[in-house]
């Protein structure tokens, strides 16, 4: 069975560094979306990306972050300088086109990111 | 403002119990309703997505009921199982499907 995939498991980085997450969403998708969980709190809306191009961001997805498709499989997020509140664990989830809507969402099994 | 919100925050049941989770949404428009299971540290895994015409749908041992009207929704498990520990999320997406907004979980804890 196609699932979404994400690397790494576990990221931790020092204050101020930068970080990008991997995900590869399963093939035959083309909505693309990244989450955050900071521990304990509920799955909060990063962003989505649909052909090529962000199709709408929440107030948390500032400056310091930006997505790319770089090469037709993988779908990373970056943070430019990241901070202690960026301790979350990060879920990349992919649906198919056609009524986007209500098509199922596929969530990754997520990387647990630690900011030291 | 689009919200969800769900209750109880956390319920502990005996194993063989049945217990209803309950959501309410203010997303409007309104096209869909998704309840999800999360396993602690994993991804969240769909459990059944609900129109707006749809009252009750079925999955297993999961019954989730939604009232456009009222703009609630259930979540029913029947003979519960020490499997069923974890938190049960309900989530409505925007009718485009550009975001989707999360409720804060209900934590089921399932005892022998």
């Known amino acids: 069975e196609p699932e979404v995939t994400q690397t790494p498991s576990h990221q931790v980085t020092q204050m101020g560094q930068e970080v990008i997450l991997r995900c590869v969403p399963i093939s035959n998708h083309l909505y693309f979306y990244w989450y955050r969980q900071i521990l304990g709190q509920k799955v909060e809306f990063l962003v989505s990306?649909?052909?090529?191009?962000?199709?709408?961001k929440s107030e948390i997805f500032d400056d310091q972050f930006s997505v790319e498709r770089p090469d037709g499989s993988n779908f990373t997020l970056k943070i430019r300088s990241t901070k202690l509140e960026d301790s979350a664990m990060y879920f990349c989830a992919s649906l198919r086109l056609a009524g986007a809507s209500y098509n199922e969402q596929f969530f990754g099994p997520g990387t647990r990111l630690t900011v030291l | 403002k689009n919200q969800v919100e769900q209750s109880p925050q956390s319920l502990i049941i005996l194993e063989g119990k049945n217990c209803t989770l309950q959501?309410?949404?203010?997303?409007?428009?309104?096209?869909?309703l998704r309840w999800y299971k999360q396993d602690t540290g994993r991804g969240p895994v769909s459990l059944t997505i609900m129109t707006f015409s749809e009252n009750t749908k079925s999955n297993g041992r999961y019954t989730a009921t939604l009232d456009a009207d009222t703009k609630q929704s259930s979540l029913h498990i029947t003979a519960s199982q020490l499997s069923d520990s974890a938190s049960y999320i309900c989530?409505?997406?925007?009718?485009?499907?550009?975001?989707?907004?999360f409720g804060t979980g209900t934590s089921l804890t399932v005892i022998p």
């Open positions: 959501c309410n949404y203010t997303v409007s428009p309104f096209s869909n």
């Open positions: 990306f649909y052909n090529n191009e962000i199709s709408e």
């Open positions: 989530v409505v997406p925007s009718n485009t499907g550009n975001q989707f907004y």
